[in-house]
């Protein structure tokens, strides 16, 4: 379980260096909204709105992928970032959705990137039982998707001594791409 964990956590490291304009469907400037993700982490509040999007992707077999994903900070040379993969075996819907859930119609992951290129020093859902990650999809359109998120992320390397982290208050507007 752990190395499927850590490939979703490559995965979405990789999607999270995507750089994208807020711009909504049509390629026109919308200036009414404003797209980010934000969050506390460990009770510091963090905003990712850069190139903050859901990606949707058909992965096949009737599995469609939806990561949400913002950056920080414009730098290149700056990695922190916060990403949220739902995979989907059936239609996406509002409503809340946790990765302790036993049904097998999705799977809910989450990164975050604290600003490395060391994929074992990412912090990952794991599942944890007393904290597990959670998403509350509350809009969902042809142009944005919008919710609530929470939960504790772990290191995702070997060293188990390192602590998780805590992110609560998490909402977001993101444009769909």
Same mark, same amino acid.
């Given at each position: 379980m752990k190395t499927t964990w850590s490939f979703v956590a490559v995965l979405?490291? @990789?999607? !999270? @260096?995507?750089? /994208?304009?807020?711009?909504?469907?049509?390629g026109k400037v919308n200036p009414t909204v404003t797209y980010y993700l934000r969050c506390k982490i460990?009770?510091?509040?963090k905003t990712f709105n850069v190139a903050p999007v859901v990606s949707i992707? /058909?992965?096949g077999g009737g599995t469609i992928s939806?990561?949400? !994903?913002?950056?920080a900070t414009t730098d290149a040379a700056n990695y922190e970032s916060?990403?949220? !993969?739902l995979l989907v075996g059936d239609s996406l819907k509002t409503g809340a959705y946790?990765?302790? /859930?036993?049904?097998?119609?999705?799977?809910?992951?989450a990164v975050y990137n604290p600003n490395t290129t060391d994929p074992a020093k990412i912090y990952a859902s794991q599942?944890? !039982?007393d904290h597990p990650f959670q998403l509350t999809l509350?809009?969902?359109? /042809?142009?944005?998707?919008s919710g609530s998120f929470n939960g504790k992320l772990l290191m995702n390397g070997l060293d188990t001594n390192l602590p998780p982290i805590t992110v609560t208050e998490g909402d977001f507007t993101v444009k769909v791409q």
């Open positions: 979405l490291f @990789c999607i !999270a @260096c995507n750089k /994208d304009e807020s711009v909504e469907s049509g460990d009770g510091v509040d992707q /058909d992965l939806y990561t949400i !994903a913002g950056k916060f990403n949220i !993969a946790s990765e302790q /859930d036993s049904s097998s119609t999705y799977m809910l992951a599942m944890d !039982a509350n809009v969902i359109t /042809d142009s944005l998707m």
